[in-house]
């Protein structure tokens, strides 16, 4: 049934999406952003109006495909079926409805890519971990991640040699020192109102190892809620400072002399309320098992950006070599002591940043982690020192992005995860990015990534 106007009744849609619309009026949301995240680790989207939104919530919002064939620099690639032919819609998630606080008026929603007729699409991120969570329970397993992002906030400024904008950072205090807190106070009491009113509950907060840098962590949530976490904490960062006249990068390496900013990816597997990774050391040497053997590749979804490479390189704590190891800052995984007697154990993994599509990089986890356990994949001896102080012995990640895809391109498991149309797109996306910055100078490469990431 149908109202004048086309759309669809109020009284149609189910209660979370009437209690929607109730809180957009009540709240005097004019536009509702239906966000996504793209194969160049970009968060793009479109709005409905308030006005359209009870029909939007259904229909979704039309797309070209071409989108999901663009890279960071908006360079469309030749990609089959990813061309001016073909069409998508944008149809959000009521679940994830969230206020912007930085943008008043405005909300959002994390959003599928379907195919008109309502249909998953081959190509869509988010359903890519949706369908890994789904594997994942065919087993009785269910995992809960979180994110831990560091970025640098400072003021976008002009160079004064007239080359790209250049990013200089807020302070020049040292890590977690008292001036560091005191100089970013304003703006981190505003990013934490703003995120606790969009359900993301705040952990922990302290200024980093580099100028600027500032790492806010947000609880722990299961695997789904966590990459949507992720991209509203991305979107909020930087709307926040924008809003404060100042620029935030979580890009993996704003400045190339200064610390780089990591997302780290902590994780448990769970079965009912049980914490596999504390109960069934089988369990967890397999998943670690299952990460250490797909982790070359992995990197290329991980650490999804050229910049990313600056950051992952021994002896800066970023995890540049595959191995694990309890409490060890220099190992890609790292198992973590819990905190206190009612704390889990989980485990982190360093070499991740967040120029990469949390739904992408997540969902690769997953498959990797549990191919480990199916497999019964021995993880090796737990490394207690750090692995670059015995040249030679453990083995290196990639060094490059292109080595990383062609890690990825030889590692059949997770080729085929990803499907034909999502690792034509991504490969094409990715080495069209390695080339684009490889025909440039660093200043160009660290401007496009900090103004996009």
């Known amino acids: 049934m149908r109202d004048r106007s086309g759309g669809t009744k109020p009284q149609q849609l189910d209660p979370q999406a009437r209690r929607i619309l109730e809180r957009a009026e009540l709240e005097g949301i004019e536009l509702i952003r239906f966000l996504y995240a793209d194969h160049g680790g970009v968060i793009r989207g479109k709005a409905a109006s308030r006005s359209r939104l009870a029909e939007r919530l259904g229909t979704g919002i039309g797309h070209t495909v071409a989108m999901m064939a663009m890279n960071m620099l908006d360079q469309l690639q030749e990609v089959e079926h990813l061309g001016p032919v073909g069409e998508v819609r944008i149809v959000p998630d009521p ?17 599928d890519l379907c195919l008109p007729d309502g249909t998953p699409w081959g190509a869509c991120p ?9 594997e994942l329970g065919t087993e009785g397993y269910a995992l809960v991640a979180a994110f831990e992002p560091e970025f640098t906030l400072g003021r976008r400024l002009p160079d004064p040699g007239g080359g790209p904008d250049r990013l200089v950072p807020l302070d020049d205090s040292l890590c977690y020192a008292g001036t560091g807190f005191d100089t970013a106070h304003d703006y981190t009491i505003k990013l934490i109102r703003a995120l606790e009113t969009q359900g993301l509950r705040v952990e ?49 390496k704003p400045l190339a002399d200064q610390a780089g900013n990591g997302a780290h990816l902590h994780l448990s597997l769970w079965r009912d309320t049980h914490n596999l990774f504390a109960e069934d050391g089988e369990v967890r ?25 600056r950051r992952l390189a021994p002896r800066v704590w970023s995890g540049a070599y595959a191995v694990y190891g309890p409490d060890n800052r220099e190992a890609a995984v790292r198992v973590c002591s819990p905190l206190g007697d009612t704390g889990e154990p989980n485990l982190e993994l360093k070499p991740s940043d967040s120029s990469a599509n949390p739904y ?21 001896e737990a490394v207690d020192v750090d692995p670059d102080s015995r040249p030679g012995r453990y083995p290196r990640l990639p060094a490059t992005l292109d ?23 991504y490969l094409a996306v990715k080495r069209s990015e390695a080339a684009a910055f490889a025909a440039k100078d660093v200043s160009y490469e660290l401007f496009h990534h900090l103004r996009v990431f």
């Open 285 to 309: 040497a397999g998943f670690i098992g299952g990460l250490l053997a797909h982790l070359p590749a992995l990197t290329a979804l991980t650490c999804g950006s050229v910049n990313s490479f």
């Open 204 to 252: 922990h907060y302290h200024p980093e190892l580099g100028p600027g840098q500032q790492e806010l962590s947000v609880r722990h949530a299961p695997a789904l809620r966590a990459a949507d976490n992720h991209v509203i904490y991305r979107e909020t960062v930087r709307g926040v400072a924008m809003r404060m006249q100042m620029w935030a990068s979580l890009a993996p």
């Open 360 to 380: 992408l990089s997540l969902g690769a986890v997953i498959h990797a982690g549990l191919d480990g356990i199916r497999r019964k994949l021995d993880p090796g």
């Open 403 to 425: 080595e990383a895809l062609d890690a990825l391109e030889a590692d059949e498991m997770l080729m085929e995860a990803l499907g034909p149309l999502r690792r034509s797109a």
């Open 95 to 111: 679940a994830t409805y969230v206020p912007l606080p930085h943008a008043p008026g405005a909300a959002a929603m994390l959003s």
């Open 126 to 134: 988010r359903t890519f971990l949706k369908d890994a969570i789904a």
